[in-house]
Nanobody, 125 residues
Framework: VQLQASGGGPVQAGGSLRLSCTDS????????VGWFRQAPGKEREFVAAIKWSSRHTAYADSVKGRFTISRGTAENTVYLQMNSLKPEDTATYYCAADSTLIRSSWAMSSQYDYWGQGTQVTVSS
């Protein structure tokens, strides 16, 4: 598994961005794929996750109704559509994957085996 996160950038509050997570070495068919974010001086926090095979999803309360995680057409891509962005969404966003997670562990960053390099999202007011 070799994860690549992309799609970040600067955006004004209220705007939208779509992040992509791609596995350049395989597919996500057997994996749970999660998005996490980390702002300067803060802990890494869970944003959203999807189980590829079932399309089941989970979201942090702070992004529910604004962010949508989804499978791409290609089996090696997961998207995070971020709408109604707020300055507090500013962070480096990381995608992660693991093939053994149970649902109760999806929000736990320590449980993911594979991580991408991160993409910066900066929301200005």
């Amino acid at each position: 598994v070799q994860l690549q996160a992309s799609g970040g950038g600067p955006v004004q509050a209220g705007g939208s961005l779509r992040l992509s997570c791609t596995d350049s070495e395989g597919t996500f068919r057997r994996y749970v794929v999660g998005w996490f974010r980390q702002a300067p001086g803060k802990e890494r926090e869970f944003v959203a996750a999807i189980k590829w095979s079932s399309r089941h999803t989970a979201y942090a309360d702070s992004v529910k109704g604004r962010f949508t995680i989804s499978r791409g057409t290609a089996e090696n891509t997961v998207y995070l559509q971020m709408n109604s962005l707020k300055p507090e969404d500013t962070a480096t966003y990381y995608c992660a994957a693991d093939s053994t997670l149970i649902r109760s562990s999806w929000a736990m960053s320590s449980q993911y085996d594979y991580w991408g390099q991160g993409t910066q999202v900066t929301v200005s007011s």
